[in-house]
């Protein structure tokens, strides 16, 4: 499994961007993979996780209602969709791959594949 994640930038806040991520190597993930965020300092937080097949999908409350995890073509590539972003949306954001099952899926320790990360920034 080899993750590459793009699609960061600046924005305005109340702008969007897309992050796409893309297991790029020979083995595909099989089941969720997720999108965390880290700040300068800090440990990395959960914002998303979506299913192999893309029917479930969670959510940290900080991107509820504004965020949208997808995953069209269930094993290679998952997306995070951001609208209404807001300046403390601002980090570095990592997908991540292969959650250990009955783990909490918000610790980053439950997830084995990183991807090298993509910066957003929202600020006007």
């Known amino acids: 499994v080899q993750l590459q994640a793009s699609g960061g930038g600046l924005v305005q806040p109340g702008g969007s961007l897309r992050l796409s991520c893309v297991n790029s190597?020979?083995?595909?993930?099989?089941?969720?993979m997720a999108w965390f965020r880290q700040v300068p300092g800090e440990e990395p937080t959960f914002v998303a996780s979506?299913?192999?097949?893309?029917?479930?999908?969670n959510y940290d409350d900080s991107a509820k209602g504004r965020f949208t995890i997808s995953r069209p073509n269930a094993a290679n590539t998952v997306y995070l969709q951001m609208n209404s972003l807001k300046p403390e949306d601002t980090a570095l954001y990592y997908c991540?791959?292969?959650?250990?099952?009955?783990?909490?899926?918000?610790?980053?320790?439950?997830?084995?594949?990183w991807g090298q990360g993509t910066q957003v920034t929202v600020s006007s």
């Open positions: 991540a791959a292969q959650w250990s099952s009955g783990t909490p899926q918000f610790l980053a320790s439950s997830w084995i594949y």
């Open positions: 190597g020979r083995t595909q993930v099989n089941g969720y």
């Open positions: 979506i299913s192999w097949g893309g029917t479930r999908t």
